[in-house]
């Protein structure tokens, strides 16, 4: 069974750094570009980050360049998303997908979805 699974979520201060982690299981991520997405409650979902399969190429949200970070680990097949300096703002479900080998931030280009993980920016 193909499953992704988020990890490294919950309630941080402003300012405060958290680590997400995206697991496979049952395939191997090598061939996969993963997408890191959120959605807050009342907003439609967005694109935040994506890595492609190689590692080669990143994107980022606006929003969030030079505060987050995207890397993978294939031998883990693992993808992670550090995540500094946060804000309020940044609140939201955070789901990771994996796609085409491409990175690209739509998610209608995804085709596997974890099933998120919370994510609290408050203080």
């Known amino acids: 069974q193909l499953q992704l699974v988020e990890s490294g979520g919950g309630l941080v201060q402003p300012g405060g750094s958290l680590r997400l982690s995206c697991a496979a299981s049952g395939f191997t991520l090598d061939y996969y570009a993963i997408g890191w997405f959120r959605q807050a409650p009342g907003k439609e979902r967005e694109g935040v980050s994506c890595i492609s399969s190689s590692g080669g190429s990143t994107n980022y949200a606006d929003s969030v360049k030079g505060r987050f970070t995207i890397s993978r680990d294939n031998a883990k097949n693992t993808v992670y998303l550090q995540m500094n300096s946060l804000k309020p703002e940044d609140t939201a479900i955070y789901y990771c997908?994996?796609?085409?080998?491409?990175?690209?931030?739509?998610?209608?280009?995804?085709?596997?979805w974890g099933q998120g993980t919370q994510v609290t920016v408050s203080s």
């Open positions: 997908a994996a796609g085409p080998q491409v990175c690209v931030m739509s998610p209608n280009r995804y085709a596997y």
